[in-house]
Structure formats: structure tokens, C-alpha cells
């Protein structure tokens, strides 16, 4: 038995509020959990109710690229990193306090803005008519999805890369620390070395090459002799 029409909304509805309230949960989680690995964790459970999300929402291929590449790539990298990381929480926590003003004011002016950008949020009266349009035939979801990025917000997508660039550098930047017993690469010297210094050519002759080096012959202890006997003498007499 299947459905009616007003089941199956009724059943999405409650599917939608299902992953949006595991996903603000977790979401919330990643940013307030004190131990990094369970923040990554938390983070890849997002991941999985955002696709969800997108599932319901008809992005078949978002869904998909947020579970293949971010959950199966990003998350579990960012887990690997996190555990091979030798993190000093106790010299993390001791800058806090330090920088608690500057972060404060950040924090201030991005709740600023995001109040800014809720208050003057309006529906368009065309969106009901948008949402109600037929979808195009012979155009797929990717393909639709690829016109918009690279067509009509090109130069977004373009800024979004640079941003993760900078962002990719700062990381590699506050991460970066001299530890005692690192061994380096010394880039100047594997260049300037010479084909003498690192491979050694030998002339092996015709049927050499396969033959078995007989093995040296080593020496047997020799056995302790048995001592002597001790010579006695009778009546005094010479030997």
C-alpha cells in the first residue's frame, strides 16, 4: 500500500525536521566540543543529515558529493591530521585570555551582520511561481548544477577558491613550529647532487649475474689435546 500524496508530504516533513534538528545539533557539537577528534566526528555526521537534506530537496548530486568527497576524503583527513598532530591543549588554552578582546569584537561584528542579513530578508513574490516551475526536459540536475557555478557565478566560485587558498595557507602558517630532532629536506642539495654521488655502475660479466657466491668456509675450533702425563723419576736417576 502505498502513500497518498498528503502522506508523502506529511512524511518529508517530518524526514526534513528530522535531519535539520541532527544537523543544527551537530552542527553546534563540531563548535563547542572540547576534544578536536569527537569535533571531526560530529562534523562528518553533518555531513551525512546535509545530504539528506539535499536528497529531499531533489539535489541527488550534491547529496552524493557531500558523502564521497567531503565524509570519504575532507572528514577522515582532517581526523588523520587531528590524531597525528602533537597539540598542546595547555598551551592553546593559556592564549586565551590574550586574545579573548580580539575575538570578542569578530564575534560581535559577525553577529552583526548575520542580524543585519535576517532582518532584511524578504520572500520574493515570485519564488512560489519558481518553485512551482517544470523542470526542463533533457537537462540533468549535474548539468543544470554546472551551468549556474560556471556560467552565471563564475566569478564567485573563482573568489570562493581563493578564499579556501588563503584560508589553506593560514593553517599551514599557525601549524608550522620547530620541534627539536626534525630532520628537514635540504632541497638545494638533492638538486646540485650528481649522477657519481648517488648510483654506482658495476660491470657484471655474461652469466655472473645469477650464480650463487660459494659460501667461505670457516674454520673448525680445533679440539684441546689432552694433557700430558707428568714424567716421574725412580731412584733419583736423570731423564
Do not use: C
Not at 519558481?130 to 556560467?151: D, K, S
Not at 599557525?174 to 658495476?202: A, E
Not at 660479466?205 to 723419576?233: C, D, I, L, N, R
Request: glycine letters at 8%; proline letters at 7%; aromatic letters at 8%.
Amino acid at each position: 500500500m502505498h502513500p497518498t500524496g498528503e502522506g508523502q508530504a506529511v512524511i518529508a516533513a517530518l524526514a526534513f525536521y528530522a535531519f535539520a534538528a541532527v544537523l543544527v545539533t551537530s552542527a553546534a557539537m563540531v563548535v563547542t566540543s572540547r576534544n578536536p577528534v569527537h569535533a571531526v566526528l560530529f562534523l562528518i555526521l553533518a555531513f551525512f543529515n546535509a545530504a539528506g537534506l539535499f536528497l529531499l530537496a531533489g539535489a541527488e548530486f550534491l547529496a552524493l558529493i557531500l558523502v564521497i568527497v567531503y565524509v570519504g576524503a575532507v572528514a577522515v583527513l582532517f581526523l588523520f591530521v587531528v590524531m597525528m598532530l602533537d597539540v598542546n591543549f595547555a598551551e592553546m588554552r593559556s592564549g586565551f585570555v590574550r586574545y579573548l578582546p580580539v575575538g570578542g569584537a569578530i564575534g560581535v561584528v559577525l553577529l552583526a551582520e548575520l542580524l543585519i542579513v535576517g532582518l532584511a530578508w524578504t520572500v520574493s513574490p515570485e519564488a512560489p511561481r519558481l518553485l512551482a516551475a517544470p523542470i526542463p526536459e533533457g537537462v540533468t540536475n549535474t548539468q543544470a548544477l554546472g551551468r549556474v557555478i560556471y556560467t552565471d557565478y563564475i566569478y564567485l566560485f573563482q573568489a570562493a577558491g581563493l578564499v579556501l587558498l588563503v584560508a589553506m595557507i593560514g593553517a599551514i602558517v599557525l601549524t608550522l613550529r620547530d620541534r627539536p630532532g626534525t630532520k628537514r629536506q635540504d632541497v638545494t642539495r638533492q638538486i646540485d647532487r650528481s649522477r657519481r654521488d648517488t648510483l654506482d655502475m658495476i660491470s657484471v660479466p655474461s652469466g655472473q649475474g645469477m650464480t650463487v657466491p660459494p659460501k667461505p668456509e670457516v674454520a673448525k675450533p680445533e679440539s684441546p689435546k689432552p694433557p700430558e702425563p707428568a714424567h716421574t723419576s725412580h731412584g733419583g736417576g736423570h731423564h
